[in-house]
């Protein structure tokens, strides 16, 4: 799995909508994010790919890490916190919202996601 493919799996949901605990629970799983331990915050865009890989093309801005390869655009996203655990059980309160993110990209592609909440 390249950086790529891994951003694509855990952050872009094109199709879907979101917004719910429900979807949080259900694309957490499906996307691998909940085995071997349940990831504690993810967010899922809810834009298309050519709108993610256009804000690599805005100005640069630093990262969290100190680099200067980030970006970032206003999007369509469910953020999935996690709010309990149970034998491999994960449980996600999911909101949806419009909001900045900062994703950091190489070359034209969006390789990770840089603003948890
Ligand atoms: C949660 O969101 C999904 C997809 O966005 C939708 O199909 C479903 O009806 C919603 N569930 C609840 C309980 O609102």
């Known amino acids: 799995e390249t950086m790529y493919q891994r951003f ?7 199709t879907g909508t ?4 429900s979807y949080c629970k259900k694309m957490m799983q499906e996307r691998e994010m909940t085995r ?3 990831k504690r915050f ?4 809810h834009e298309d790919i050519g709108t993610i890989k256009n804000i ?9 890490n100190g680099k200067m390869n980030c970006h970032e655009g206003e999007v369509r996203v469910t953020d999935c916190r996690l709010t309990a655990r149970f034998r491999g059980n994960c449980r996600y309160q999911g909101r949806g919202s ?4 900062v994703i950091a990209c190489q070359g ?9 909440l």
């Open 56 to 64: 690599c093309k805005t100005p640069q801005i630093p990262c969290k």
């Open 98 to 101: 419009s909001r900045r993110v």
């Open 8 to 14: 694509l799996r855990e952050h872009v949901d094109s």
């Open 36 to 38: 071997p331990r349940c």
């Open 108 to 116: 034209k592609l969006p390789v990770h996601f840089d603003n948890y």
């Open 42 to 45: 993810n967010t899922f865009i």
């Open 18 to 21: 979101g917004g719910n605990s």
